[in-house]
């Protein structure tokens, strides 16, 4: 029966049916030949699904990343971080990092990242010695924080899905983003010094001054990541209630301190992150019914005796886990692939004893690693939108990053304190 179930869903998806519609045409067969329940299950189960108020975040968290986008807190980050790691060898490919990081704690999506910082940083690498795909590529792969460093999409999706603490895994995730930003930092390094056009390209002289004038020009921008993940780790508000905060003070900044938004650009940035949410939401619900199915004719009991029958040690549960979702991250929807695979995968784990929590980021974390992986890893298109150079470069200059991530999220995944530290401190 699992395999009629799987088999179709990747059928559809194959013939290039959209997810959601796929997990609802393959749901829908297996209720029909198996007569499980009445079809009438299937709009209850859909409806279901997009009833959770975590999932309010997504479209706000989208919408809060368009207003500081177009309302000058991107380029102010920028900015600061040239002020701050300019003067170095390879500095602007340590500001391009620093910058998604510092995004990426303020939107929590990937391809968001990508977009805000590739369109300013990418043009001026290029002036500093970078060769167009050295830079993409380091953008593109540095955009992969996005759903890493908190708040993350996917872990409130992936929270929503497993019925675990989104706040706890927002913390889990804080050293693991810290970690694989260090690492693309020392990769950066490593390859400004061995290019000679980097090497030898002017720098800006540090200046003390220069500094202070610009943290003074970003502080309203530095001060977002403080005011939202201070307000969820200290429990002042959740999540969602952070996603709410986010895009208002977005629009005060935006309109009133910097005032480069303009209220007639409102509609038309909210329309777009309706749209762009509604896609990731539909998927949810279509996944709440493919849950139930899974739950209702024993799918998951029979898919975690199998695994724990046949594998047996912890260490190798993970080590196959990783290898999978690498792959399964390069080739489906990151949404998809969570509300599909973690129900069927992660009680597995559970069940040999792995701490939950660490389950979930290791998982997030490992699929966000999709994000840069060819064929299909929506960054390497977002970066091929926003700067006209060919998909087959930007994959040339993603693969020595690509690669960094990997050993990165290899070393988290054996060292588990990384993630259930900080958590453990809340408790």
Request: hydrophobic share 55%; proline share 7%; with cysteine.
């Amino acid at each position: 029966m699992a395999g009629t179930l799987l088999g179709t869903l990747l059928a559809m998806m194959f013939l290039g049916i959209p997810v959601a519609f796929a997990i609802l045409g393959s749901s829908t067969l297996f209720l029909i030949i198996t007569d499980l329940q009445p079809l009438f299950i299937i709009p209850q189960k859909l409806i279901n699904g997009l009833d959770s108020f975590p999932l309010i975040a997504v479209p706000l968290f989208i919408f809060a990343g368009d207003l500081m986008d177009k309302g000058g807190i991107s380029k102010r980050l920028i900015a600061w971080c040239e002020c701050l790691v300019g003067s170095v060898t390879g500095g602007l490919g340590m500001v391009a990092i620093l910058a998604c990081a510092v995004f990426a704690a303020l939107t929590g999506s990937g391809p968001a990242t990508v977009a805000a910082i590739g369109c300013i940083v990418i043009p001026s690498m290029i002036q500093r010695g970078y060769e167009d795909y050295q830079a993409t590529g380091l953008v593109t792969a540095s955009g992969a924080l996005g759903p890493i460093i908190p708040p993350s999409i996917p872990m409130i999706i992936y929270g929503c899905t497993m019925g675990l603490s989104i706040p706890k895994m927002f913390m889990g995730a804080v050293i693991p983003g810290i970690f694989i930003t260090t690492m693309l930092l020392i990769a950066n390094s490593i390859i400004a010094k061995r290019t000679p056009n980097i090497r030898n390209a002017p720098r800006i002289p540090f200046s003390w001054k220069a500094l202070a004038k610009s943290t003074v020009n970003a502080i309203w921008a530095l001060l977002m990541p403080v005011i939202i993940l201070g307000g969820i780790y200290s429990g002042i508000f959740t999540p969602t209630e952070a996603a709410a905060i986010a895009c208002v003070y977005g629009l005060i900044v935006g309109l009133f301190i910097y005032r480069d938004v303009k209220l007639k650009e409102l509609p038309k940035m909210a329309a777009s992150a309706i749209k762009v949410s509604s896609i990731g939401i539909f998927i949810t619900g279509a996944a709440n019914l493919m849950g139930f199915i899974f739950t209702n004719s024993k799918i998951t009991d029979t898919i975690t005796r199998a695994l724990v029958t046949h594998v047996t040690s912890p260490t190798a549960y993970i080590v196959i886990l990783m290898l999978f979702l690498f792959i399964v991250g390069a080739l489906m929807d990151t949404f998809a692939a969570i509300l599909i695979i973690a129900p069927l995968a992660i009680p597995a784990g559970i069940a040999l004893g792995l701490d939950p929590l660490f389950l979930g980021v290791i998982f997030v974390i490992n699929l966000v690693v999709g994000f840069i992986t060819p064929p299909f890893g929506c960054n390497l298109f977002i970066a091929t939108a926003i700067t006209g150079i060919k998909y087959e470069q930007v994959v040339k200059g993603v693969i020595p990053f690509m690669i960094v991530e990997i050993i990165a999220v290899m070393i988290i995944a054996f060292c588990p304190w990384m993630i259930t530290w900080l958590p453990s401190l809340f408790h």
